[in-house]
């Protein structure tokens, strides 16, 4: 459960210390940090006490609309644009090292598919309940790990990206914080950081745990107290459960769609979904332990089955009542991943109304965006808060 009161940063404690690390981004990027202190009053009136600057852009795997993701050129490129925080997905390797990588299964993020050293290691493994064949982080060491190159993850989607293939090794979450403190250093603020356990039950199940080696490596580098510039999030609410036990930083429950179970919640029996969680008394059950939610952006705005936008729910609300932060995800650019009313045309891979989306989606309150193209989510962040 959540740690003692004085040491448990609360949703205002979490927004303070937030702007207290991004006041000074000043002309970096689009410059909208410098600009926090009007940005509240400029959201028609709501939760002005706040003082992250709202909404905050969060790079979704770094500028992974323009590099392929979780390698630090997707950090360094979606810092140098300017976003507020930068995410890591970690996993760990056969020897215990965390990894950056959105699954523990690397054969469309690396070139391990054509190296014939490691053709023994494809297998077939169920991951949360799903079957899937290929080649998995946990059966390499972290030196074997290294000698692959990361790639991009949909190259049919984001053709350009491939140019980069190659480039960029798998980083550990080690020298992800290594480069933070240098960037920070060179920057005079600190980099903030979404960091999220992936699959934490299955690895736990083979002697994996990832909890403690995050809070080991967190408190390392001085990210683990209430004030961190780092925010930790999970789909299993038992995983951010362990790490409020090890460390003191924001907490973050990520939620996927109404009708799922969270895995833990599967593995444990527990019946509830993600419609129970979003309740007001799951609301509260979360908020004992955590600062904020990561909901799906459907669960903010549904879509009907044209793929429009219908009724926003009272999610954003209910949230904020309990004392939690919102941090949906994800906001993309191509028409594929656009509702369809802000779609042009009817190539899937065509840049849409990105902008009109973004303000459908600021206008409900949230605090924050998960975003492949963060120089989108600022311009449209700017946009917004100044009218």
Known sequence: MAQVADTTPGRRTVLGAAVAGTAALGAVGTGVAAAAGAEAAATAGRHSDRRLPVPTVIAHRGASGYRPEHTLGSYQLALDMGAH????????????????????????????????????????????????????????????????????????????????????????????????????????????????????????????????????????????????????????????????????????????????????????????????????????????????IGPTLDLIIPRDADGRLGTPTTLVRDAHAKGLILHPYTMRNENAFLPADFRRGTDPNAYGDAFGAFKAYFEQGIDGIFTDQADTGLLAREDFVSG
């Open 85 to 292: 925080v930068i995410e890591q997905d970690l996993v760990p390797t056969k020897d215990g090292h965390l990894v950056c990588r959105h699954e523990n299964d690397i054969t469309g993020t690396t070139d391990i598919a054509t190296r014939p050293e490691f053709a023994s290691r494809r297998t077939t493994k169920s991951i949360d309940g799903v079957s899937i064949t290929g080649w998995f982080t946990e059966d390499l060491t972290l030196a074997e790990l290294k000698t692959l190159r990361a790639k991009e993850r949909i190259p049919a989607a984001r053709q350009e990206n491939t140019l980069y293939d190659g480039r960029w090794q798998i980083p550990t979450f080690e020298e992800v914080l290594r480069w933070a403190d240098t960037q920070g250093r060179r920057r005079g603020r600190p980099v903030w950081l979404h960091v999220e356990t992936k699959h934490p039950s299955y690895f736990r199940g083979i002697g994996l745990g990832l909890e403690e080696p995050l809070a080991k490596l967190l408190r390392r580098y001085g990210r683990h107290r209430a004030e961190s510039p780092v925010f930790l999030q999970s789909f299993e609410p038992s995983s951010i459960q362990r790490l409020a036990r090890l460390v003191s930083a924001p907490r973050v429950v990520l939620l996927s769609g109404a009708t799922t179970r969270p895995w833990d919640f599967v593995q444990a029996g527990d019946p509830r979904t993600v419609a129970d969680l979003v309740k007001p008394s799951g609301l509260e059950w979360m908020a004992s332990y955590a600062q904020g």
